[in-house]
């Protein structure tokens, strides 16, 4: 059985290029077939990487010509990730899906780390001098807050035994 094949299309908003592909490809809609399993005939199955083929768009000097370029996943997906950031990086892509992660907020609150704080770490700039655990600072909770959960921590402690010392 000859591996399976599936057929999607791609659509990049902005011209992008790929690696290995000295041409500027266009803005446009691209078909794409991705082989998912290693094919009987390959030589190697243990060494067989997942890639796609994507059939591109013919060239103004020549419109009849059918090109088509293979591409590993992770070209092709870092490639859409560009376009869809407006061409920023892949970190950058990958800061703002972890900003936007409510989980995310709030660790960094629980730290004290603040995004602008993370956005200059995702930049490379130096960070004027290393954070030590005495140097961060409690978030400050209202009053209200902290008899609430000492409240709670009350009732969750009711009935065991204290420890007197």
């Known amino acids: 059985m000859e591996g ?5 299309t791609a659509v990049f908003l902005r011209p992008f290029t790929v690696p290995g592909f000295d041409e ?3 803005a446009g809609e691209y078909d794409l077939e991705t082989e998912l399993s290693v ?4 030589l190697d199955p243990e060494n067989w990487r997942a890639s796609v083929l994507v059939r591109l768009h013919p060239r103004e000097s020549h419109p009849g010509l059918a090109r088509s ?9 870092r490639a859409h990730a ?23 907020r709030l660790v960094m609150q629980a730290d004290g780390i603040s995004e602008g704080h993370l956005r200059r770490i995702y930049e490379g700039s130096n960070i004027s001098e ?4 005495d140097q961060i600072r409690a978030p400050r909770m ?3 807050s902290v008899r609430e959960v000492n409240a709670i921590q009350a009732a969750e402690n009711e ?5 007197t010392i």
Do not use: Y
């Open 69 to 77: 370029l293979t591409l590993s996943l992770t070209d092709l997906d």
């Open 24 to 26: 500027t490809l266009p």
């Open 39 to 42: 094919p009987a005939s390959h």
């Open 130 to 133: 290393p954070v030590g655990p």
């Open 4 to 8: 399976l094949i599936r057929k999607t």
């Open 82 to 104: 560009k376009d869809k950031m407006s061409g920023k990086e892949l970190t950058e892509l990958f800061l703002e899906d972890m900003l936007a992660d409510p989980m995310t």
């Open 159 to 163: 009935g065991m035994p204290s420890l």
């Open 142 to 144: 209202p009053l209200s």
